[in-house]
Protein backbone atom coordinates (compact mmCIF):
# COMPACT_ATOMS: atom_id res chain seq x y z
CA UNK A 1 0.00 0.00 0.00
CA UNK A 2 0.96 3.81 -0.65
CA UNK A 3 1.00 6.11 2.14
CA UNK A 4 2.58 9.61 2.08
CA UNK A 5 4.92 10.99 5.48
CA UNK A 6 3.64 14.56 6.65
CA UNK A 7 7.48 15.86 7.31
CA UNK A 8 10.55 17.15 5.87
CA UNK A 9 12.70 15.58 8.80
CA UNK A 10 15.25 13.77 6.86
CA UNK A 11 16.23 11.36 9.90
CA UNK A 12 12.78 10.51 10.49
CA UNK A 13 12.37 9.72 7.07
CA UNK A 14 15.34 6.83 7.06
CA UNK A 15 14.17 5.95 10.45
CA UNK A 16 10.55 5.17 9.20
CA UNK A 17 12.10 4.02 6.20
CA UNK A 18 14.22 1.36 7.86
CA UNK A 19 11.33 0.12 10.39
CA UNK A 20 8.95 -0.23 7.68
CA UNK A 21 10.92 -1.95 4.97
CA UNK A 22 9.27 -2.85 1.73
CA UNK A 23 5.64 -3.36 3.90
CA UNK A 24 4.86 -0.13 2.80
CA UNK A 25 5.27 2.14 -0.08
CA UNK A 26 6.22 5.38 1.51
CA UNK A 27 6.29 8.99 -0.41
CA UNK A 28 8.02 12.10 1.67
CA UNK A 29 6.23 15.41 1.01
CA UNK A 30 9.03 16.16 -1.25
CA UNK A 31 8.58 13.31 -3.24
CA UNK A 32 5.09 14.78 -4.18
CA UNK A 33 5.73 18.15 -4.66
CA UNK A 34 4.64 19.87 -1.32
CA UNK A 35 7.88 21.49 -0.21
CA UNK A 36 5.67 23.74 2.03
CA UNK A 37 6.82 23.73 5.79
CA UNK A 38 3.70 22.39 7.89
CA UNK A 39 2.75 24.99 10.96
CA UNK A 40 3.42 23.06 13.99
CA UNK A 41 1.73 25.68 16.51
CA UNK A 42 -0.55 23.37 18.57
CA UNK A 43 -0.26 23.41 22.46
CA UNK A 44 -0.04 19.11 22.55
CA UNK A 45 2.46 16.48 20.46
CA UNK A 46 -1.15 14.98 19.69
CA UNK A 47 -2.63 18.10 18.11
CA UNK A 48 0.36 18.38 16.39
CA UNK A 49 0.16 15.28 14.52
CA UNK A 50 -3.24 15.16 13.50
CA UNK A 51 -3.28 18.99 12.55
CA UNK A 52 0.02 17.91 10.55
CA UNK A 53 -1.53 14.78 8.78
CA UNK A 54 -5.02 16.88 8.48
CA UNK A 55 -2.84 19.69 6.57
CA UNK A 56 -1.11 17.20 4.26
CA UNK A 57 -4.49 15.14 3.62
CA UNK A 58 -7.06 18.31 2.59
CA UNK A 59 -3.98 19.56 0.09
CA UNK A 60 -3.43 15.97 -1.66
CA UNK A 61 -6.27 14.12 -1.06
CA UNK A 62 -4.20 10.71 -0.09
CA UNK A 63 -3.72 8.33 2.75
CA UNK A 64 -1.07 9.96 5.48
CA UNK A 65 0.53 9.64 8.26
CA UNK A 66 2.45 12.52 10.50
CA UNK A 67 4.01 11.90 13.92
CA UNK A 68 5.03 14.64 16.67
CA UNK A 69 7.68 13.65 18.98
CA UNK A 70 8.76 15.70 22.95
CA UNK A 71 11.03 14.38 25.09
CA UNK A 72 9.50 15.21 28.62
CA UNK A 73 11.42 16.08 31.86
CA UNK A 74 10.11 15.45 34.83
CA UNK A 75 11.96 17.93 36.83
CA UNK A 76 11.05 20.78 34.31
CA UNK A 77 7.68 19.94 34.60
CA UNK A 78 7.16 17.68 31.48
CA UNK A 79 9.94 20.48 29.31
CA UNK A 80 10.66 20.89 26.37
CA UNK A 81 7.05 18.63 25.87
CA UNK A 82 5.78 19.76 22.62
CA UNK A 83 8.66 22.68 22.14
CA UNK A 84 11.35 20.25 21.53
CA UNK A 85 12.04 21.36 18.23
CA UNK A 86 12.73 25.10 19.86
CA UNK A 87 13.64 24.79 23.00
CA UNK A 88 16.32 27.10 22.85
CA UNK A 89 14.31 29.47 20.46
CA UNK A 90 16.17 28.55 17.62
CA UNK A 91 14.16 26.66 15.60
CA UNK A 92 16.23 22.66 15.11
CA UNK A 93 19.13 23.55 16.18
CA UNK A 94 19.65 20.38 18.46
CA UNK A 95 23.45 21.44 19.68
CA UNK A 96 21.27 24.68 21.32
CA UNK A 97 18.91 22.71 22.48
CA UNK A 98 20.61 20.04 24.20
CA UNK A 99 23.25 22.75 25.71
CA UNK A 100 19.77 24.40 27.65
CA UNK A 101 18.76 21.05 28.67
CA UNK A 102 21.64 20.25 30.38
CA UNK A 103 22.27 24.24 32.31
CA UNK A 104 18.54 23.25 33.63
CA UNK A 105 19.34 20.09 34.69
CA UNK A 106 22.86 21.20 36.53
CA UNK A 107 22.95 19.53 39.93
CA UNK A 108 19.42 17.80 39.79
CA UNK A 109 19.31 14.70 40.88
CA UNK A 110 16.00 13.34 39.50
CA UNK A 111 17.07 13.28 35.35
CA UNK A 112 14.07 11.11 34.43
CA UNK A 113 12.71 11.80 31.22
CA UNK A 114 10.95 10.02 28.11
CA UNK A 115 10.22 10.29 24.63
CA UNK A 116 7.00 9.92 23.66
CA UNK A 117 5.83 9.80 19.97
CA UNK A 118 1.94 10.34 18.35
CA UNK A 119 1.41 9.31 14.96
CA UNK A 120 -1.74 9.97 13.37
CA UNK A 121 -2.86 8.34 10.34
CA UNK A 122 -5.42 9.33 8.16
CA UNK A 123 -7.44 6.66 5.95
CA UNK A 124 -9.19 6.80 3.41
CA UNK A 125 -11.02 9.79 5.80
CA UNK A 126 -11.04 7.83 9.14
CA UNK A 127 -8.08 9.37 11.73
CA UNK A 128 -6.40 7.30 13.85
CA UNK A 129 -3.41 7.90 16.57
CA UNK A 130 -1.11 5.38 17.80
CA UNK A 131 1.61 6.84 20.79
CA UNK A 132 4.85 5.54 21.62
CA UNK A 133 6.83 6.13 24.91
CA UNK A 134 10.02 5.24 25.34
CA UNK A 135 11.53 5.98 29.97
CA UNK A 136 15.41 7.15 30.01
CA UNK A 137 17.43 9.49 32.04
CA UNK A 138 18.91 12.69 30.97
CA UNK A 139 22.72 11.98 31.02
CA UNK A 140 25.72 14.59 32.67
CA UNK A 141 27.36 14.95 29.10
CA UNK A 142 26.66 14.32 25.55
CA UNK A 143 27.51 10.89 24.45
CA UNK A 144 27.64 9.93 20.75
CA UNK A 145 27.59 11.29 17.40
CA UNK A 146 24.41 8.62 16.25
CA UNK A 147 20.82 9.98 15.12
CA UNK A 148 19.36 13.32 16.04
CA UNK A 149 17.79 15.91 18.17
CA UNK A 150 18.45 15.01 21.83
CA UNK A 151 19.75 11.49 21.48
CA UNK A 152 23.04 12.41 22.51
CA UNK A 153 21.85 13.15 26.04
CA UNK A 154 19.19 10.41 26.46
CA UNK A 155 19.93 6.67 28.15
CA UNK A 156 16.96 4.82 27.47
CA UNK A 157 16.54 2.53 31.13
CA UNK A 158 18.03 -0.79 31.04
CA UNK A 159 20.29 0.10 28.85
CA UNK A 160 24.50 1.65 29.11
CA UNK A 161 24.11 3.77 25.87
CA UNK A 162 22.69 6.74 24.81
CA UNK A 163 20.49 6.86 21.85
CA UNK A 164 23.37 8.95 20.22
CA UNK A 165 25.88 5.73 20.76
CA UNK A 166 23.65 3.39 19.16
CA UNK A 167 23.50 1.89 15.82
CA UNK A 168 20.23 2.78 13.66
CA UNK A 169 19.10 -0.74 14.10
CA UNK A 170 19.61 -0.80 17.76
CA UNK A 171 17.91 2.55 18.50
CA UNK A 172 14.82 1.34 16.50
CA UNK A 173 14.24 -1.39 18.26
CA UNK A 174 13.37 -0.04 21.23
CA UNK A 175 12.30 3.62 20.30
CA UNK A 176 9.07 6.02 20.85
CA UNK A 177 8.80 6.00 16.86
CA UNK A 178 9.33 1.95 16.87
CA UNK A 179 6.80 1.47 19.27
CA UNK A 180 4.59 3.93 17.40
CA UNK A 181 4.83 2.75 13.79
CA UNK A 182 4.54 -1.06 14.91
CA UNK A 183 1.09 0.00 16.30
CA UNK A 184 0.21 1.55 12.90
CA UNK A 185 1.56 -1.33 11.32
CA UNK A 186 -0.40 -3.69 13.23
CA UNK A 187 -3.41 -1.88 12.87
CA UNK A 188 -3.47 -2.19 9.09
CA UNK A 189 -3.04 -5.79 9.23
CA UNK A 190 -5.88 -6.12 11.64
CA UNK A 191 -7.62 -4.21 8.77
CA UNK A 192 -6.26 -6.32 6.04
CA UNK A 193 -4.61 -3.40 4.81
CA UNK A 194 -0.99 -4.99 4.85
P1 LIG B 1 9.13 16.91 15.78
O1 LIG B 1 8.37 18.16 16.04
O2 LIG B 1 8.32 15.68 15.95
O3 LIG B 1 9.87 16.95 14.48
O4 LIG B 1 10.26 16.74 16.86
C1 LIG B 1 10.58 17.75 17.74
C2 LIG B 1 12.01 17.68 18.16
O5 LIG B 1 12.16 16.58 19.04
C3 LIG B 1 13.02 17.47 17.04
O6 LIG B 1 13.44 18.66 16.49
C4 LIG B 1 14.16 16.81 17.80
O7 LIG B 1 14.95 17.78 18.44
C5 LIG B 1 13.44 16.03 18.88
N1 LIG B 1 13.28 14.62 18.49
C6 LIG B 1 12.26 14.05 17.82
N2 LIG B 1 12.49 12.73 17.67
C7 LIG B 1 13.68 12.49 18.26
C8 LIG B 1 14.47 11.31 18.40
O8 LIG B 1 14.14 10.20 17.98
N3 LIG B 1 15.63 11.47 19.06
C9 LIG B 1 16.06 12.65 19.55
N4 LIG B 1 15.37 13.78 19.42
C10 LIG B 1 14.18 13.70 18.76
Redesign the pocket.
Same mark, same amino acid.
Given at each position: MELIIA?Q *?QN?LVEFKKILGDKINLFSLSEIGLNQEIP?NEKTIKK?AMFKAKFVNIQTGKNVFA?????EIDSLNGEPGVY??RYSGVK?N?DK *?IELVLTKLKNKSNRNSR?KTIISLILDGKSVNFEGVVEGKITEEKRGNN?????PI?QPNGYAST?GEMSLKEKNKI???SIAINKMVQYLKENNLL
Open positions: S *NKENDDTGLSARS *NFGFGYDFFSHR
